[in-house]
């Protein structure tokens, strides 16, 4: 049994605007080293799928740069591999010459070249907003032993522990796992399932659906393909029981950033021997804390420098900290620089971000201040 993957970089752009005026949702930073298509790519390589395709639509720069050619992921290979496939529907006779994809279907259509020939049986499809750690090669056993048409691999959400700003595909299952009803909304209440936008089907399905729509001029995966077989066809259900988060909004994107200060969670997510999550490695100087400096529940990267006090914060590589500055409940992303005597609360700052000296910034866990990249406060 051969799989492939293929990952969705920009599909979930619009969910954080903030944070992809110049890059991907793949390619947001998150973790302190991590970027957010580390978590699809590393589930693939760790289920031993080493075909990946990477779908790519526009401010790709900062992805292309992360993944280069996959070493990190041991996806260097000269069979199969990580190969960047172009934003372009494909040249079909009714389709506009360098016409850029809108929808997951049209990306599916431009990609249609690594569909048939990438040789794999069965096709793994993933986008970059969620966040977790699974074993994929168990979703596609159960998916072939069920003779299933589609397997979504799903969580069932519990009351307060979620916020949504876009509508996610909300789904009723039976008690056989068995997909009976599907629409896309917000969530407003415990006991929901809904997809985390993993599938599984076969190669031979795929390219059965990718040549209908483009026939019908079909627009949506979700509306056009999967709400209208599911009593024609059976559409599964995959059960995900760990720890997950879905990026859907600024909002979203701090409090899971947050929740990784729980130690069960960064447990759930990362302390799984069999299966690492692999990101770009650097070469980086290790941190160096100043005599007087406090550090409480904080994650920080490597090569920053410590001054003041940190606090419930994540810190990025490069991060530095001045003397007498206060830094809670914080994000700050790679190469900020924090004068002295500055307090911070609640905020995000993106890359290469200064922070002049004696500056007081705050903002609330429900609404982050966010300060973007390359900006001088």
């Not at 991590?34 to 699809?40: G, H, Q, S, T």
């Not at 259900?237 to 909004?249: C, D, K, L, R, T």
């Not at 990101?279 to 005599?291: E, I, L, Q």
């Amino acid at each position: 049994m051969t799989i492939a993957g293929l990952i969705f970089s920009n599909i979930h752009d619009n969910s954080i605007p903030e944070m992809t005026r110049r890059r991907t949702i793949a390619s947001i930073p998150y973790g302190c080293r991590y970027r957010l298509i580390d978590f699809a790519l590393s589930n693939m390589v760790n289920s031993g799928i080493t075909n990946v395709g990477i779908v790519t639509h526009y401010n790709y720069q900062s992805l292309l740069d992360h993944v280069g050619n996959g070493k990190d992921w041991d996806l260097a290979r000269r069979s199969g591999g990580i190969k960047l496939l172009p934003p372009y529907v494909a040249a079909y006779e009714n389709t506009a010459a360098g016409k850029l994809y809108e929808n997951r279907l049209e990306a599916l259509m431009g990609v249609g070249n690594f569909i048939n020939r990438c040789g794999a049986e069965y096709l793994v499809l993933s986008d970059c907003d969620s966040i977790l750690n699974i074993d994929l090669k168990k979703v596609v056993e159960d998916h072939v032993a069920s003779g299933a048409y589609v397997t979504i691999v799903t969580k069932k959400l519990e009351a307060g522990s979620y916020r949504f700003e876009q509508p996610v595909p909300v789904l009723k299952v039976d008690e056989n796992n068995r997909i009976t009803d599907l629409a896309d909304y917000c969530p407003e209440k415990g006991g929901e399932i809904i997809s985390t936008n993993i599938m599984v089907i076969s190669r031979a399905d795929l390219q059965t659906v990718v040549a209908e729509s483009l026939a019908r001029g079909h627009k949506s995966f979700h509306k056009d393909i999967l709400a209208k077989n599911l009593k024609k066809k059976v559409i599964r259900a995959y059960p995900f029981e760990g720890w997950y988060s879905v990026i859907s909004s600024l909002d979203s994107y701090y409090q899971s950033s947050m929740d990784l200060l729980k130690s069960d969670v960064r447990r759930d997510l990362f302390r799984q021997a069999e299966r690492r999550i692999y990101t770009k490695v650097r070469n980086s100087a290790p941190t160096r804390y100043v005599a007087g400096t406090i550090v409480q529940n904080s994650l920080v990267a490597d090569g920053c420098v410590i001054e003041g006090t940190v606090e419930n914060s994540i810190l990025f590589r490069g991060v530095h900290v001045g003397r007498g500055t206060v830094v809670k409940n914080c994000i700050l992303l790679q190469d900020t620089y924090v004068g002295s005597g500055v307090s911070l609360n609640c905020v995000i700052a993106d890359k290469n971000v200064v922070i002049k000296d004696e500056r007081n910034l705050s903002g609330h866990e429900s609404m982050p201040f966010f300060i973007d990249k390359n900006v001088t406060v």
